[in-house]
């Protein structure tokens, strides 16, 4: 979703926030611009489409050391080139750049702005008008700033730079992440540490309703009435290399293999020396203490999220309930007495799920983030914090956090019964290690998944994954990865519904891919695989060794049955990479999609 970057400092702007807006690409956007500050004034570059494009209209010889720059994904407005960041004031002298969505803004603009003439459609063009409008009044820059920012109903992180002043950016946030970077003579503004881990490591955080000063010396940050506010810098633990491709064509697939690692790494982090389970005594008392459990997550998190219902519900004993975190707050369910909220994202940035987030916290209830990004806000603004230890995942459709979510719902349903003196034979640290060579087993499969990708899917209108028990989750999990890079219309069924209606769509040639991991329901996802195949349905079967039959055409090795999600999930990723590549799609950022989506 939106990005943004800024600089001040003594270096070649363009470049940094160009190079910030590369490393921001992964987020999805839809257009993308940056405004550089000189002694002859302020120079606006924007263009719809990939930074490359914005790249080729930038003058190479534009001098300047302060700047911002923007990616937009369209929410107000249509991706163009006119409602694409930076946006200006009418006089020219002030230009912002806004991530997130202004709720009151035609209020605002009725209220304040009924003589200005606007040049876009966004919401976000009312913000520089409101402070041009306030120091036409008489009020101070920064003023202007904190008041506009006062009357703004909605989520915001702004950057804004003064025609007249090129030794200061001011920013400011609510809801929308921002983050602000120290260096040496220099400093920066990013909403994702990644964008500025090319000049510097040190960043500070942000919270809701605070702005900055920022100058090249110094930032000085303020609550939206003017008091200052101290806080120490932090490290990011990200390794710059992480976020390279190296010699893959794509992030997707890089993650892809990366999944084996991801499974060691939170062995890893999760084990402790004697063995044990290694988790916060705060969140074992609160997996004690709770009556019921409600997941709230979004997309390939809330398919995880149904995974670790089975596993908590069957190792734990406490019943879960998995929500769409996007339904919640608008269809709550009556609570039990003593829930705990668990909340499962990759970015920790999701803003369905912080609605909710924020919610629950009100009502006074505890609130645990399963995320792989530490500092996040959810990660931030939930009781306590379980890390995937993933690595940064990049490509939009997720991979590697997904499996990662499931080996943390393992290890926290598995500990969580431990405390609760229930017996196990299942011992997570060995399953997950047996499972991550699983994984390896399945990557090292991939040509004959590609050709398979290619039978089936290459020019398949629609396709459907069936399953039963857990295997029906992680058929909705690879549909929704099919969909949403290779845009094949797909669909996930648990095997017995598919009579009730949906088998009408079944025709000669539609692929039906059936995921067969679990002994109880063998039999009778295989009489469902019968039902589509004599009405002329492309089946295919991915099954599990020891529960295979001998025309299976992807078996993944034997691993015990909760964590089979890890593995037959990964067939089903590369199946949707290889369609998505067969067709010409552009794998890693997918139409109209953003990685971490923060509106609602
Ligand atoms: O960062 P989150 O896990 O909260 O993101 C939730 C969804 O937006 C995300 O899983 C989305 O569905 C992915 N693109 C799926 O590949």
Redesign the pocket.
């Known amino acids: 979703m939106c990005g943004i970057v800024g600089y001040i400092g003594h270096e070649d702007t363009k470049e940094i926030l160009l190079r910030g807006l590369e490393k921001l690409e992964y987020r999805g956007y839809d257009s993308a611009g940056i405004a550089v500050l000189n002694d002859n004034g302020v120079h606006v570059y924007k263009e719809k489409g990939r930074i490359e494009a914005l790249r080729a209209i930038v003058d190479e010889n534009v001098e300047a050391t302060v700047g911002i720059g923007h990616t937009r994904w369209a929410t107000h407005g249509a991706p163009s080139r006119t409602n694409a960041h930076p946006h200006q004031s009418t006089t020219g002298r002030f230009t912002l750049v806004h991530n997130g969505v202004i709720e009151n803004y035609e209020e605002l603009k009725q209220e304040h702005l009924a003589n200005v003439s606007f040049n876009s459609d966004t919401d976000t063009e009312i913000i520089v008008h409101l402070i041009e409008t306030f120091v036409n009044e008489g009020q101070s820059v920064e003023t202007a700033f904190s008041s506009t920012l006062k009357v703004l109903k909605g989520s915001y992180a702004i950057a804004l730079v003064d025609k007249k002043n090129k030794e200061t950016v001011y920013v400011g946030k609510n809801k929308s992440p921002l983050l602000v970077g120290m260096g040496n003579g220099f400093n920066v503004v990013a909403s994702d540490a990644m964008a500025m881990l090319q000049v510097t490591d040190r960043f500070v955080e942000l919270m809701d309703e605070e702005m900055v000063i920022v100058t090249r010396d110094a930032l000085t940050i303020k609550t939206l009435d003017g008091e200052k506010v101290e806080r120490e810098p932090y490290t990011a633990e990200i390794d710059a290399s992480d976020i390279e491709k190296g010699t893959y064509p794509h992030y997707m697939l890089k993650e892809i293999d990366e999944q084996p690692l991801v499974m060691r790494n939170i062995i890893t982090e999760y084990q402790e020396e004697n063995g044990k389970l290694k988790l916060d005594q705060d969140i074992r008392n609160a997996m004690q203490e709770a009556d019921r459990i409600y997941v709230i ?5 809330y398919h995880a999220g149904l995974v670790g219902k089975q596993l908590i519900e069957t190792i734990a004993k406490i019943p879960v309930e998995v929500h769409v975190a996007s339904e919640f707050l608008y269809n709550m369910p009556l609570l039990s007495e003593n829930p705990l909220f668990v909340f ?7 803003a369905d ?1 912080r609605g909710v987030l924020v919610n629950v916290k009100k009502l006074g209830y505890k609130a645990l983030t399963i995320t792989n990004v530490k500092g996040s806000t959810l990660s931030r603004e939930a009781d306590y914090t379980l890390l995937l230890h993933a690595g940064p995942e990049i490509a ?3 991979t590697k ?1 997904y499996t990662a979510q499931i080996a943390v719902l393992a290890i926290l349903a598995v500990d969580t019964a431990r405390t609760k003196g229930i017996e196990l034979d299942f011992d997570p640290i060995q399953e997950l290690s047996i499972a991550a060579n699983a994984i390896q087993v399945m990557i090292d499969e991939k040509d004959e998944i590609e050709t398979i990708a290619r039978d089936y899917l290459s020019v398949a209108r629609n396709a459907f994954f069936i399953g039963r028990a857990v295997d029906n989750y992680v058929g909705l999990e690879a549909a ?2 099919l969909k ?1 890079i290779s845009y094949i219309q797909a669909e996930g069924f648990a095997g017995g519904e598919l009579k009730h209606g949906t088998i009408a769509l079944i025709e000669e040639g539609t692929p039906v891919i059936a995921l067969a991991t679990q002994e109880h329901v063998n039999g009778s996802i295989r009489s469902n695989l019968q039902e589509v195949a004599s009405r002329g349905a492309n089946t295919c079967v991915i099954s599990m060794e020891g529960l295979n039959n001998p025309n299976d055409q992807i078996v993944i090795p034997a691993v015990h049955p909760y964590l089979a999600p890890l593995v037959s999930v990964v067939p089903t990723q590369l199946l949707a990479y290889y369609a998505a590549l067969h067709r010409g799609c552009d794998v890693d950022k997918p139409r109209n ?1 953003a ?3 923060t509106v609602e």
């Open positions: 997550a979004a997309g390939t998190s499962i994202s990759q970015s920790g940035e999701t799920s939009v459709a997720s956090a929704l990865k949403e999609l990685k971490s989506v």
